[in-house]
């Protein structure tokens, strides 16, 4: 069974950076594809980033896009999220998720692997 943690969360002020990781129990992602996910308080997860194992392709939720810079380093099984610019409303569980076949999507179903989170809060 595919295993799933996330790491990196944390307190961050508005405006700071953080970089989230996620590794993932197999010998390579060449793949899958992994997703990002968050759930702020109160509200519905949703889709933030996205990369392909075979060849990279990103993809990022607008409200993020210019802030967030998803990557892999498939030989780590690892995915990480670096977010800059933090805002108040980034502030949420981020979730990493993997499926199979190896190509991105924003519909939480098609994915089959999940991790339990890490927690994010930008506050001052």
């Known amino acids: 069974q595919l295993q799933i943690v996330e790491s990196g969360g944390g307190l961050v002020q508005p405006g700071g950076s953080l970089t989230l990781s996620c590794e993932v129990s197999?010998?390579?992602?060449?793949?899958?594809?992994i997703g990002w996910f968050r759930q702020a308080p109160g509200k519905e997860r949703e889709a933030v980033s996205c990369i392909t194992g075979t060849d990279g392709r990103t993809s990022y939720v607008d409200s993020v896009k210019g802030r967030a810079t998803i990557s892999r380093a498939n030989a780590k099984a690892t995915v990480y999220l670096q977010m800059n610019r933090l805002k108040v409303e980034d502030t949420g569980v981020y979730y990493c998720?993997?499926?199979?076949?190896?190509?991105?999507?924003?519909?939480?179903?098609?994915?089959?692997?999940w991790g339990p989170g890490t927690q994010v809060t930008v506050s001052s």
């Open positions: 197999v010998l390579t992602l060449d793949y899958y594809a």
């Open positions: 998720a993997a499926r199979q076949p190896d190509y991105c999507s924003a519909y939480e179903p098609d994915y089959n692997f």
